[in-house]
């Protein structure tokens, strides 16, 4: 068996990628994990866990199956009634003789990677484009509207003064005429 074959065998067990023979591996670290943490003499205990298990889908591959079955094997041997043990759920199809072929490539679609952030992908694009707009309306404002900005803030105080300026100097000229008109002297 060569290096590559040997990554796609895990428990006893060949996979078709090396993402699932990956998933078995971490399975199995899960296995021992919770081998070494529960107590086997504590039938409640071991169907909380058991039942957690299936309802948070921790073990997807046969290593894990196989673990989920010796659960159920010793909480039988435990005296659990057996209408407290549910079924192992199974997320995968086995024949192609099904009447719903739809269901088995929508279980390949969900299997295939990529698949699983291709949604993610698309709002995240969506989000950024979004994000570009709002900031391009917000440059186009600020170039636009008449209120000052760190941008044009320089230019505008120079206009403001350069105005005040003109205005003094206007209203100096008038006041200068009127003296000369009512022939007042300035001292």
Known sequence: MDKNEEELVVGGYRFGTVADAETARMEQKKVLSVEQHLDYHNPQNVLLVYNKAIDNKVFLTPIGMAYLHRMQTQLAKCGVPQEKIRPIPLYATFSNKTANNSSIRRSLETRLPGNEYKGRFVSSVIV???????????????????????????????????????????????????????????E
């Open 128 to 186: 950024n484009i979004l994000l570009v707009v709002a900031l391009a309306a917000l440059v186009l404002l600020s170039w636009q509207s008449e209120v000052p900005t760190i941008v044009n803030y320089r230019t505008a105080v120079v206009n403001e003064y350069s105005e005040w300026e003109q205005e003094l100097h206007e209203r100096e000229q008038a006041v200068r005429e009127a003296e000369r008109a009512l022939n007042i002297t300035p």
